[in-house]
């Protein structure tokens, strides 16, 4: 029998990302800030999955005032 063990970092990582889209799904337009708060996420963890999400082309940005959305919304 086999048991495979997933690194729990990546785990909550794909956790969160989808956490992040289901939220902007909702709410959207919404600052980094908002983010964080409501997902009680840290700013760091907060920031680096939003960037993912920005690079794999899934959410977009604007520059002023900076807020994120889901892309193509």
Do not use: C, Q
Not at 17 to 36: A, M, R, W
Not at 62 to 67: C, G, L, Q, R
């Amino acid at each position: 029998m086999r048991i495979w063990f997933l690194k729990k970092e990546h785990t909550k990582r794909g956790n969160t990302k989808e956490e992040i889209l289901n939220y902007l799904k909702t709410h959207e337009n919404s600052s980094l800030g908002e983010i964080v708060m409501n997902l009680s996420l840290s700013y760091t963890d907060g920031l680096n999955n939003l960037l993912e999400l920005k690079n794999e082309g899934k959410v977009t940005n604007n520059s002023s005032p900076f807020k994120y959305r889901v892309a193509g919304m």
